[in-house]
C-alpha cells in the first residue's frame, strides 16, 4: 500500500498536478451571485456518507478505502468527495461549472480537507468543455450524483469507465422515471410523458441499449435498483435540463408557465463494476 502525503503528489498519480486545482488556478473567486454553499453543503455531505454505508453494507464499494481514489464527476458542491475523504488517499470534484466550482472549493476549505482536489472542467466525450487530462485507470470509485443529461449517457459511459481501474466501482444516480415505466407517481408520470412527446432522442437511452454499452466499455451490472438512503427529492426546471427537452429557463417557463412549481420525484442508483 502506498500512501501519498501531499495533495500534489496525489494529483500526479492520476496524471495531475496541484496547478489543476480550481483554487490554485482562480485563487480567490467568487461566485457573481455572492451566493455561499456553507449554510446548506453539510446536509448533502451526511446524505452522501449515509448513501457509501449502505452500499458498503452491500458490499458495493471498495473493501479498504485509505489507498483509493474517488471521482465525484458533475460534483456541484462536492458533497461526495467530500463524505469519503477522511477516509481515501485522494477524492476529486469535476464540475464545468465555474459557480459550482467555487462552492465546492468553498466546502472543502470550510472542512479543511488536504486531500480533496476540485477541477473546473470535464472529459474528452464534452470538447465544448476544457479537457482535463486525466491518466487512464486513475480512480477506484467514479460516481455521478444527478450529474448527468440522460442523453448524454452513451457518451459519458465510455469516458468514465476509462478512468476506472480494474475492479473499480461506477455510481450513477438519477430520476428514477428516465426509465422506469411503471409504479410511478402521478407527478413523475406528468413528467415522463412531457419527456417521451418532446424528447426526440428519448427512446435512444434505454435500459436495453445501456446494458449493451457497458458491456461494450468492460463493465458489468453490479446492482440497479432503489436505496433507503436515496429518498424522494424535489426537482423544478432543472429536471427538464437534465431529461433533454429544454436548453433554458426561458423555455422551461414556455412549457410550463410556472418557474417555481416542483415535481417530488424517486431517485435510483445503477452501480456498474469495471471487470
Not at 476509462?162 to 473499480?168: I, S
Not at 455510481?171 to 419527456?195: K, S, V
Request: charged residues 20%; contains cysteine; aromatic residues 10%.
Amino acid at each position: 500500500m502506498i500512501i501519498l502525503t501531499t495533495l500534489d503528489e496525489k494529483l500526479r498519480s492520476i496524471g495531475l498536478s496541484l496547478e489543476w486545482d480550481f483554487r490554485k488556478r482562480f485563487p480567490g473567486a467568487k461566485r457573481d451571485d455572492g451566493w455561499s454553499a456553507l449554510g446548506k453543503f453539510q446536509q448533502e455531505v451526511d446524505d452522501r456518507a449515509q448513501m457509501f454505508e449502505e452500499l458498503g453494507n452491500m458490499l458495493l464499494i471498495p473493501p479498504a478505502l485509505s489507498d483509493k481514489t474517488l471521482l465525484d464527476f458533475g460534483c456541484g458542491l462536492a458533497p461526495s468527495a467530500n463524505a469519503l475523504a477522511p477516509h481515501m488517499q485522494l477524492t476529486v470534484g469535476l464540475d464545468a461549472s465555474s459557480a459550482h466550482c467555487v462552492s465546492a472549493a468553498e466546502c472543502v476549505d470550510y472542512l479543511q480537507l488536504k486531500n480533496v482536489a476540485v477541477l473546473n472542467g470535464s472529459l474528452l466525450a464534452f470538447p465544448e468543455y476544457e479537457t482535463i487530462p486525466f491518466k487512464a485507470s486513475s480512480f477506484d470509485m467514479v460516481i455521478s450524483h444527478h450529474g448527468f443529461w440522460r442523453k448524454d449517457i452513451p457518451r459519458l459511459l465510455p469516458d468514465l469507465a476509462g478512468l476506472l481501474k480494474r475492479q473499480g466501482y461506477l455510481y450513477l444516480i438519477y430520476p428514477r422515471f428516465w426509465f422506469a415505466t411503471c409504479d410511478l407517481t402521478d407527478g413523475e408520470q406528468e413528467l415522463r410523458d412531457h419527456m417521451e412527446q418532446r424528447a426526440s432522442n428519448w427512446a435512444w437511452v434505454s435500459l436495453e441499449s445501456m446494458q449493451q454499452l457497458t458491456e461494450t466499455c468492460g463493465l458489468s451490472l453490479a446492482y440497479h435498483g432503489s436505496l433507503l438512503s436515496l429518498p424522494m427529492q424535489q426537482s423544478t426546471c432543472i429536471i427538464f435540463v437534465s431529461s433533454g427537452i429544454i436548453r433554458n429557463k426561458a423555455e422551461f417557463m414556455e412549457l410550463i408557465g410556472d418557474f417555481d412549481r416542483r415535481w417530488l420525484i424517486s431517485q435510483e442508483i445503477m452501480v456498474l463494476q469495471r471487470r
